[in-house]
Each structure stands twice: as C-alpha cells, then as structure tokens.
C-alpha cells in the first residue's frame, strides 16, 4: 500500500496506528517511564533504541498490556490503537493480545512440536474452521515467517529442537498466526548470532508491508537497517523521535547525538 | 581405667595440643601471622586432630572387637556336652558374662580380693550364694565349668582393657609428638585440615547409606529364614491371608496388596485434584501477599502426625461417612456398616498427601520459565488456557514425579489405616468395606506374642521386603522423571 523505502522516504503520508499521550508507569514507587508521548505509523518499522534500563522495553510492554502481568506494574494516560482506547475498562487484554502479538527477547518455543506452536493462537482464538484450514494457517505462517523451508519435512518434531535463530523464526510465525495488526519486537535478535539475526532482520522487513512493527532494539546498526522510525528513549523519557534517517544523520538532540556517536550508553 | 576417663583425656590432650601448636607457630614466625601458611588456629586444629583421632577410632575399634574376641576365646572352653539340656551356647555365655561381672563388682567392692577369686572352686564354694551377699543376683548355682570361663573371660577383659587404655593413650601421646615437630611456619596445616574436613563430610554421607543397606539386609536375612518355613508361591500368589497362631497358616501378600493400592488409589483421587489445584492457584493466581500466608498453612498438614490423623479417621471421617451411607443414615443406602472402611482411610490419607502434591507441584510449575507464560498470554490466551496448554504440560514429567513420590508415601503409610481401615483382609471392590493393608499386618504380626521364629511372625520380614522394593522402585522411578524434566531448562 505505502511503498516506503527503507531509509530517507517521506512517511508523513503514512496513517498512525499507535498513538500514546502523557504516559507514565510506575513499578512500585519507581517512575520508570515519564510522560511519553508518541505517534506510531501503521505498516512500518518502528524502532525504540537508548540504554539499558531507560524503559523501551517497559513502554513496549504497554502496548499490548504484558505489563499487566506484573503486579507492582501502573500505567497512567492514554494509548490509543486505531483510536481506541486500550486502556478503557471495557476493553479485554486477552484480546488486545490477539491483536497486538509480541515477540520476545529469547526464543520461547513451547515444549510442543512445531505445528503445535503455530497452531496455538488459532487454536485458542478459533481461526480455523477444521484441520485442513488449520494446516492452512500454520503453513502461511510458517512461509511468513521464513521458516517453511526449514521446517516442512519436521512438523512434528519439537520446536524446542530448532537452532536459536529458527527458533525466533518460529516465534514470529507464532506470533504471526493469530493474524495481528501490530508486532512488538522486544530485542528480537540478542540473543541471536549475526547471520541468525540477518535472516530475522530480512523477515521484519518483509513483515512491514502487512503489519505495524515495533522493534526494541540495543543494537543501532540494527535500528538504521530495519527501521522507518526511530524512538529514543533516556532514562524514562523520550528524548527524540523521528524518521530513522534523521535521528542517526541529524539529531536534534545533544543526548540522540551523544547516544549514537557511542559517548554514552 | 574407666573408659569415661580415658575419653576424657584424651580430648584434655587434644585440646591442650590445639593451644601448644597455636603458640609454637605463632613463637617460631616471631608473633608474625602473615609469615605463617595457614593461620593459628589452623596449626592448632591439626594438633589436636592429630592427637584425638587415631586415638578415638582406636578405641571405638577396639570397644567393638574386644567382646567379641573374648567371647569365641572363652565360649571355646565350654564342650558342647556341658551345655544343660533345653539351653544352648547363648543362654551359657550370658551366664558367664553375669559370673565375670559379678566376680568384677566383688573385687572392685573389696569384698574379695583377686587371689580369692582365682583360688575360687565351685565345688567347694557355694558361688551363687557368695555373689548373691554382694547384689549380684543368679538364676541358677554355678557350674565349675561355667566358673573357670567366668574368671578367664575376667581377666581377659582386664587384660584387654588394660592394653586398650594403654594402646590409645600412646597414639594420642605419638599423634602430639608428630605433629608438634611438623608444626612450622611452611606446614600447610590449612590443607590438612581441609582434609580433615572433607573426611568427616564423607563418613556422614557413608553412614547414611551404610544404614540403608543394613536395613536391607536384615530384612532379607529375616525374609529367607521365611521363606525356609513358608512356600514363596502361597506368598506371593496365593490368595487367602489367614494367619494362624497353632500353625498351617496362609499367608498370601496378594489380598493386602489389593488393600493397600486400592486405599492408596482413593487417597490420590482425594490429594492428586486438591492438591494439584492448590499448587495451580498459589504459584498461578494468589499475589505475593496470600502466597506467603497460605503457602506455610498448607504445609501445616504435612507436620501433622500421621497418628493424629488416625484419630481423625476413626473419631470424626469413619462416623461422618457412616451417617452418610450407612443404615439411617442421610442418604439411606445402607451400604456402610462399620466406620473404619477403605473410603475412610482412603479420604484421611488423601488429606495427608495434599500438602506433598501441592507443595512439589507448586516448585515445579514455579520452575517453568516465565518465557512459556509470557509468549503464550502474549498470543492473547487467558491464564487458564495458558495453565492449562503450555505450563501443565511443560511441568507434567515434574508434577508426575511428584504423584508418584506421593504413592509411594500412601503405600507406605501405616498409622492411618492401622487405625482407619479395618483388619479384614480380602478382594473386594466395595470402597465402604472394611480392609486391611502391607503395613497393618505388619504391625499385628510383630506386635502379637507369637514364637518370633515361627512362618506367621518372620512373614512381617517378607511383607516389610516387598513393600520397601515397592517404595523404593517408585521413587526411583519418580526421581528419574523429575531429573529428565529438570534437565530441560538448564
């Protein structure tokens, strides 16, 4: 739809997917994200960058609400996806998730075979009318996912037995299934070695034109390879946000441009 | 010397040992603790090991073997033709060893002296009389033969423990010399006391299994001694356990065993859902705050005595079922006559295991890594269909180890269906009827006054047998599941 170029493209004309206003949260008695406020583009890559412990990760949470999960968790003001609030008390955080998928720092493949990973969302979610449909979906995601090839002669083997890097393949093809409209991405790649991380990087980008995706990320060459938009984000707030090439050509800020010459971080 | 005395000093030398090598280390580095290898205490440590345990293991050594020695030198001086009719070699030596006490109290009394005693004939000397003036009172007059062992076991034992008072004394005496000349500043006593240490860790951990492997085996001596007096096919096959005290008695395992894995059975059906369901809800649901408090609460019933919940069964479950189902009772079945019953039994023991099954249960759904929860609820699954589709399964080899550890505390669970199960030993698929298990039977057959060499007292031997291979190869089984799965996630 939006045929944007990776680097240096005009994106105004994109829609905005996320919009986030004046948000806090506090763990406990820490306030470990103060007053962001942010705009997400839909079909692209967005990528939240800074040091660690500045809270990317912590407001990526937010935005499929895994933070409720954690009791000491509080989140003040308003995120907006589509322009619905996600934070009204009508809205179910089970199926927020459903439409907001979420993929993790380390591979987490469940104890069960391949197939049976894929199948899980749409299982629960009750996608697939019968088997074949079923079978359907897990080889789309699993073509989505970059993994197909892989993978097609071992359904049935565990998925805890794949190597790291088609492990996190198959957490996005996981994620990938229940058909979301956003994929959060929190340092997908860490745990990965370099050509692991090249296939998956090659898979966000494929993954932008259908979904909205956001990538933490501690690596910055990543974040300049993969990203449309670049967030970054010190000691709770957000200094800079921006198009990607902006932020690491030009930044506005002296601490962006402190972060990315490496003098601190 | 008393053997008190003995012991006592040589720790009073031990210790001495431990100040004399801190001062000699400390005078020969001239007050310079860093120009030492170890530190004071160190030298001082080694001393006194050196001086208290070669003499100590000496004397424990010889404690046990000296009796023993003496024993088969002097039971070698009576014939076997001297040994009284209906007696036997035993019930002789015992009498020896009353004799040569008492000649020992009499000397150390002063009412004789050591001459006395040896010149002492029992043909003349009336010696039941003589040692009966002196508080040493006799079952019977003495023999000759029987006198002439007694005073040579005596003066054995004399002897004996003369040269063991001497023997350890001298070990402690050399260990304080060896180690005071090695003590200098170079010696590496920290390393030997290191040693030291890994020694008496390894002795601990030896004894333990040492005392398993004791147990065993006198339980196989006692069980072969049955299976010498009883076929092992009635035993193991046949179907009617009637003990019967004149003799010609069938004792088959297999209607106890039914008793004892059908309670066993009723009791997990009881403990394995609560137990499970608990654990689900304290490490899945209950915040921090309930955790802390319900967590220990639950726990409460595995320190409660297992004869208490025995009462328990018998006092307030047994009546309570009776009401339910016996005869007027509020169901008006009439099935239960009796309070003691499998379901009795069954529920109290159930009751008992829940803390097992929830407790371990709880530590392994905890050892599940939170990555599982996270990318399942980050798929949009609620808590319970994540619980339910990837934490059980992740956790199910773990939480089967842990059923089947809890078996293997109901089969061998005793005070409860002692008190809660009844006596009557039979097939029957009726839950409200009385039965018995293994380990009542145990409990009746070695309790009861029958001849402890007889089938239907050593059949508690072969019963205690079969149960503990049972026991054993389920937690063997159980710490093999549990080890598998624990495997996954390191």
């Known amino acids: ?265 | 010397m008393p053997l008190s005395w003995l012991v006592l000093l040589v720790l009073a030398l031990a210790a001495a040992g431990y100040f004399i090598g801190r001062i000699r280390v400390l005078k020969l580095a001239g007050g310079d603790v860093r120009a030492l290898h170890s530190l004071p205490i160190y030298y001082g440590t080694n001393v006194a090991l050196s001086v208290a345990v070669p003499a100590l293991a000496v004397l424990l050594v010889w404690l046990l073997a000296q009796p023993t020695l003496i024993e088969r030198s002097v039971s070698g001086m009576i014939a076997p033709e001297m040994i009284p009719e209906g007696s036997n070699l035993n019930l002789v030596m015992s009498d020896v060893r009353r004799v040569a006490d008492g000649l020992n109290t009499a000397i150390a009394g002063g009412a004789m002296s050591l001459a006395e005693v040896d010149a002492m004939d029992a043909t003349v000397v009336d010696v039941r009389a003589r040692l009966g003036e002196l508080g040493v009172a006799l079952g019977q007059d003495v023999r000759p033969e029987v006198l002439a062992a007694a005073k040579s076991y005596r003066s054995a034992a004399v002897t004996g423990n003369t040269m063991r008072t001497l023997i350890v004394l001298a070990l402690a005496v050399i260990g304080f010399g060896i180690s005071f000349s090695k003590t200098n500043p170079d010696y590496r006593a920290r390393n030997v006391v290191e040693r030291a240490v890994l020694a008496l860790l390894m002795a601990a951990a030896s004894l333990a299994i040492l005392t398993t492997v004791g147990i065993v085996l006198s339980m196989l001596f006692e069980t072969i001694n049955f299976f010498g007096l009883h076929n092992w096919r009635d035993f193991f096959f046949g179907t009617t356990w009637a003990p019967n005290f004149r003799g010609d008695s069938e004792l088959s395992i297999l209607p106890l065993l039914w008793g004892t894995l059908y309670i066993s059975f009723i009791a997990l059906l009881v403990a394995v859902p609560i137990g499970l369901f608990a654990a689900i809800y304290l490490s899945e649901y209950a915040g921090p705050k309930t955790r802390a408090f319900a967590k220990p609460l639950l726990e409460i019933l595995a320190g409660i005595p297992t004869i208490v919940y025995g009462l328990f069964a018998l006092l307030t479950v047994g009546p309570m079922l009776v009401n339910l189902f016996g005869q007027s009772g509020s169901l008006g079945v009439d099935w239960m006559s009796g309070a003691t019953s499998v379901l009795t039994a069954g529920v109290v023991m159930g009751i008992m295991l829940i803390p097992f099954v929830s407790s371990l249960s709880d530590d392994i759904i905890n050892a599940v890594p939170q990555a599982m929860r996270d990318g399942s609820l980050g798929l949009g699954a609620t808590s319970s269909e994540t619980i339910r589709q990837v934490v059980i399964p992740a956790a199910l080899p773990g939480i089967v180890g842990a059923i089947l550890l809890a078996a293997s505390r109901a089969i061998g669970e005793t005070m409860i269906v002692v008190m809660g199960a009844g006596a009557i030993a039979k097939f029957s698929l009726n839950p409200f009827e009385s039965m018995t298990t293994i380990t009542t039977r145990i409990v009746s057959q070695l309790t009861g006054d029958g001849d402890f060499a007889s089938p239907e007292t050593l059949v508690a031997f072969a019963l205690g047998l079969t149960l503990f291979v049972l026991t054993l190869g389920l937690n063997v089984l159980a710490l093999y599941i549990v080890r598998k799965y624990r495997e996954q996630y390191e």
């Open chain 1, 1 to 265: 739809m939006y045929d944007t170029e990776k680097l240096g493209t005009d994106v105004n004309q994109t829609e905005t997917k996320i919009s986030a206003r004046n948000v806090q949260v506090y763990y406990g008695d820490t306030h470990a994200i103060k007053d962001v406020n942010v705009d997400i583009d839909a079909k692209a890559v967005t990528a939240f960058i800074g040091p660690s412990g500045c809270g990317k990760s912590t407001f990526l949470r937010c935005i499929n609400r895994m933070n409720d999960t954690i009791d000491v968790c509080r989140v003040e003001g308003d995120i907006k996806i589509d322009g619905e609030d996600i934070y009204d008390k009508r809205v179910d955080p089970v199926q927020l998730r459903a439409k907001v998928g979420m993929v993790f720092q380390k591979p987490n493949p469940f104890p069960k075979s391949i197939y049976d990973n894929i199948a899980y969302g749409p299982r629960i979610h009750g996608l697939a009318k019968n088997k074949a449909e079923l079978d359907e979906i897990v080889e789309k995601s699993l073509r989505r996912g970059a993994i197909w090839n892989e993978v097609k002669d071992r359904l049935h083997a565990p998925g805890t037995g794949l190597s790291g890097g088609q492990q996190q393949r198959l957490c996005i093809a996981r994620a990938v299934a229940t058909e979301p409209e956003v994929l959060l991405m929190d340092e997908p790649c860490s745990a990965l070695d370099p050509i692991a991380t090249a296939q998956v990087e090659e898979l966000i980008d494929e993954l932008r034109d259908q979904y909205s995706v956001v990538i933490v990320t501690h690596s910055m060459q990543q974040a300049a390879r993969v990203s449309q938009k670049t967030a970054f984000f010190h000691l709770g707030n957000l200094v800079e946000y921006g198009d990607t090439s902006q932020i690491f050509t030009n930044p506005k800020d002296e601490r962006t441009e402190s972060y990315i010459t490496g003098r601190i971080g």
